[in-house]
């Protein structure tokens, strides 16, 4: 299957500095990507779609401006979780979809934020 | 949106049993995954199924899609099959996935 790489794997950060969260499609070109979250013993929320070149699209209540997302290349699209506070501790995996519209999705490791 | 609901919840098997997931989903999808995810978070993909049967090894599944619903079958479990299994379906409006809200599964040596 493809492979999709996310880094880093683990970070603790301070409240109120900025984490970067990167996702690469190693092998394919993905114009679509998706960021989910997974909190302990729960399913994965869907937080944004990502389209290569494009604006974001997110999911209700979750916040444009805490949570940037770019997708400046096919094989790259970042998180970054600005101001981190505690409560955004979490599990974050990135997805990047093999076909143009619809296809089968791929997941990176996840990323483990804690924010003290 | 389009709901997605998983049974059991929690299982519990001894080394060898066979089991069955169960993925029943609200409304059409365009696509059905299954995936297991590993003790240390990743998911990894079991089957990429919007309808039929298929199989890889000790593990199958079948999806009807027009009875909306999806049965993944591990047979001879094994201890490294434990983890949570989540399906996930594509809504026809569009590419995202929706998850269930999985089933864990604990194998018993």
Redesign the interface.
Same mark, same amino acid.
């Given at each position: 299957?493809a492979v999709v790489s996310q880094h880093p794997s683990r970070v603790i950060c301070k409240s109120g500095t900025s984490v970067k969260i990167e996702c690469r499609s190693l092998d394919f070109q993905a114009t679509?990507m998706?960021w989910y979250r %997974?909190f302990p013993k %729960?399913?994965?929320?869907?937080m944004a779609?990502s389209n290569e070149g494009s604006k974001a699209t997110y999911e209700q209540g979750v916040e444009k401006d805490k949570f940037l997302i770019n997708h400046a290349s096919l094989t790259l699209s970042t998180l970054t979780v600005t101001s981190a506070h505690p409560e955004d501790s979490s599990?974050y995996?990135c997805?990047a979809?093999q076909g143009v519209?619809?296809?089968?999705?791929?997941?990176g490791?996840?990323s483990?934020l804690t924010v003290l | 949106g389009i709901q997605v609901e998983q049974s059991p919840p929690d299982l519990i098997l001894q080394e060898g049993a066979n089991s069955t997931l169960r993925c029943n989903f609200s409304d059409s999808v #365009? #696509?059905l !995954?299954w *995936?297991h995810q590993n003790p240390?978070? !990743? &998911?990894i #993909?079991l089957f990429?199924i919007p309808s039929g049967t298929k199989q890889n090894g000790r593990l199958s599944a079948t999806t009807v899609a027009t009875e909306r619903y999806s049965l993944l079958y591990i047979s001879s479990s094994q201890t490294t099959d434990s983890g949570v299994y989540?399906c996930?379906v +594509?809504e026809t409006s569009?590419?995202? &996935?929706? *998850?269930? +809200?999985?089933t864990q599964l604990t194998v018993n040596p």
């Open positions: 299957g679509t998706f %997974q %729960q399913s994965l929320m869907l779609t599990f995996i997805s979809l519209g619809t296809g089968e999705l791929f997941f490791e996840g483990r | #365009n #696509n !995954q *995936f240390w978070g !990743q &998911l #993909n990429y989540f996930a +594509e569009g590419s995202r &996935l929706t *998850f269930g +809200e999985g």
